[in-house]
């Protein structure tokens, strides 16, 4: 099984990271190159030193070599003096031929060795070297010196202490550290400054979007600013944003849906099991109610019947009515059949559901009032359906508004038919809206209403391909809009 890798500690910063993995090497880089060219630099320094002494050994050779064959101690010493005089040179040596000391400025060396000495004068070559005198370490640089004929008489030693090259070279250490660790602090701080120019304000503003994100704001997007791959970096958490979103609102979209399949399920899962009741009780009750409504009006047709008998039977009469219709409601709000489209004109179907609501418009004493266009476009539609889903909507508003006003108004679109029934009543309260077309919903007292006329409104206006909806009407009561897709007969 293959495991991720990560580059860096989980707690370590880009900027960390930066300072170990690119500031260090490259520290290291220069130190090193630093300390080879330092070296270099030392031991060019030191070949400087010694040729200065050199030079000032070979400036008094002549003059020394000259006074020496013709015995001239005071043009010696005169010579060694303005060697001194420098301030660069230790001490001074002048020997004959034999490696006696002939004579002698500055330290004096202790233990002189006249064979070597011979042996050096007599090679005839220049030569430096580092010695040790009077326990002191000093770098030594011996001349040959010779006469007019060119015969080798003594022998010229020059010296420099060696701390001047140590003292010299440490200077020179201290120095190109100093350089070097001021060069190393000017690059960190390059290096972080570009950094923070760089990367640190995008992938501080990149954190923040990512942040605000976070906390909820499914709206926030980065900007693409900054180098290529942040603006990149930031593309790609767009995207994921955006798909993240897409991807909420499709579950969004298949969680309503799902939900509206759910509550189809349940409706037709109450309407079959409504129908089933329907059917049963119609079969039931049906025959029943018949002979008893028609031995009830048989016995009205009697001359000779009491008022009291009159009474008592035209109130059988009446309840067995009111049993057929509340039988009807059933069959309606349970009925399966397809829906048969025809062409029918608004203005007919309000004309005709006002007309069959008159005798309950005049019992509660309401006035039902029409306004709509009288030339209209035939649309198609289940004219019967429409029709009594319109009587519902006005028995509904009848009873509510009693004594008072009830308007039925229609309006037809390009792509829309719509029904409106106002009334004056008390209205629908906002927290019911929801709940007034589930089927046995009813705000009405017991005995007065079945709580299935709404609900057949609203199983029209599905059939249909619309919807049925309740808002505060300008008359002061509720209003009831039935809208209807405007099929066009001629496009049938």
Avoid at 204 to 219: F, H, N, P, T
Avoid at 362 to 368: D, F, G, K, L, Y
Wanted: some cysteine; overall charge neutral.
């Amino acid at each position: 099984m293959m495991r991720s890798i990560a580059i860096f500690p989980p707690t370590l910063g880009l900027r960390s990271a930066l300072l170990i993995y690119v500031v260090t090497p490259l520290i290291s880089a220069l130190g090193l190159s630093g300390y080879f060219a330092l070296n270099s630099f030392e031991k060019e320094v030191e070949a400087r030193m010694k040729s200065d002494l050199e030079l000032v050994a070979r400036a008094v050779q002549l003059p020394l070599s000259y006074a020496l064959e013709k015995d001239r101690m005071g043009s010696i010493m005169l010579a060694l003096e303005s060697v001194f005089s420098i301030k660069r040179v230790y001490s001074a040596y002048v020997y004959d031929k034999e490696g006696a000391e002939i004579a002698t400025l500055g330290l004096e060396d202790p233990d002189p060795e006249p064979e070597r000495l011979t042996k050096l004068a007599a090679d005839g070559k220049r030569r430096g070297e580092y010695l040790r005198i009077a326990g002191r370490e000093v770098y030594s640089y011996f001349v040959p010196l010779t006469d007019t004929s060119g015969q080798i008489n003594g022998l010229f030693q020059l010296t420099r202490k060696g701390t001047d090259f140590v003292d010299h070279l440490r200077s020179v250490r201290i120095k190109g550290a100093v350089a070097l660790l001021f060069l190393l602090l000017i690059l960190s701080g390059v290096v972080l400054y570009g950094h923070h120019r760089a990367l640190g304000l995008d992938l501080k503003r990149l954190a923040s979007v990512m942040s605000r994100v976070a906390q909820g704001d499914r709206e926030e997007r980065f900007a693409h600013k900054g180098p290529r791959e942040i603006a990149a970096l930031g593309a790609s958490f767009n995207h994921m944003l955006n798909s993240i979103q897409k991807a909420e609102q499709q579950l969004e979209e298949q969680r309503k849906e799902q939900a509206k399949l759910e509550e189809e399920l349940r409706r037709a899962e109450k309407l079959a099991a409504m129908g089933r009741f329907a059917a049963g009780t119609a079969h039931e009750l049906g025959t029943p109610l018949s002979v008893i409504s028609g031995k009830a009006q048989r016995a009205l047709r009697n001359p000779h019947l009491e008022p009291e008998h009159r009474q008592a039977f035209l109130a059988i009469r009446n309840q067995v009515l009111r049993m057929q219709c509340i039988i009807k409601q059933l069959m309606d709000f349970t009925r399966s059949n397809p829906i048969r489209y025809a062409a029918a004109l608004p203005s007919r179907l309000a004309g005709s559901a006002a007309a069959a609501v008159a005798e309950d418009s005049e019992a509660n004493r309401t006035a039902v009032a029409l306004r709509g266009p009288k030339d209209a476009k035939p649309i198609l539609m289940d004219a019967m359906r429409v029709e009594q889903a319109l009587i519902n909507l006005l028995r509904n508003a009848i009873q509510s508004a009693s004594g008072g006003n009830v308007l039925l108004s229609w309006e037809q679109g390009e792509e829309w038919v719509g029904f409106c029934v106002e009334d004056n009543g008390p209205g629908v309260p906002v927290e019911k809206r929801s709940e007034i077309f589930e089927p046995f919903y009813t705000t009405k007292q017991v005995g007065q209403g079945t709580g299935l006329g709404l609900s057949v409104v609203y199983a029209v206006a599905e059939e249909h391909g619309g919807y049925v909806e309740v808002d505060d009407s300008r008359m002061g009561g509720a209003c009831f809009r039935l809208m209807l897709p405007a099929r066009a007969a001629d496009n049938g």
